[in-house]
């Protein structure tokens, strides 16, 4: 069974770059074994697909977030991260990783999120 563990500050003031990790045990990265997304959902809003790796390292965005947005891996660690940059206060919200299919309408396995709060 795959779980998966979000991991990062909680607090990013406004223009900093948030950075979150998300470890996976129970499955790997790097094996054709699903594709691994960020998620986000703002207060009162509903789940926003950010972006994805997949097994051989490809990354693909959202396209409204994708001049801001990186996700890399650390396969050493079974680990993907995401950078968001020059966030604002619109920025703050639950932050999940996931594993699913390609386009992210379907996710399998979820951690259980990580809140960010972007304020000064």
């Known amino acids: 069974q795959v779980q998966l563990q979000e991991s990062g500050p909680g607090l990013v003031k406004p223009s900093q770059t948030l950075s979150l990790s998300c470890i996976v045990s129970g499955g790997s990265i790097t094996t054709n074994d699903g594709y691994w997304h960020w998620i986000r959902q703002s207060p009162g809003k509903g789940l926003e697909w950010m972006g994805a790796i997949i097994s051989d390292g490809n990354t693909y965005y959202n396209p409204s977030l994708k001049s801001r947005t990186s996700i890399s891996r650390d396969t050493s660690k079974n680990q993907f991260s995401l950078q968001l940059a020059s966030v604002t206060p619109e920025d703050t919200a639950v932050y999940y990783c996931?594993?699913?299919?390609?386009?992210?309408?379907?996710?399998?396995?979820w951690g259980q999120g990580t809140q960010v709060t972007v304020s000064s």
């Open positions: 996931a594993r699913g299919n390609y386009d992210g309408t379907t996710m399998d396995s």
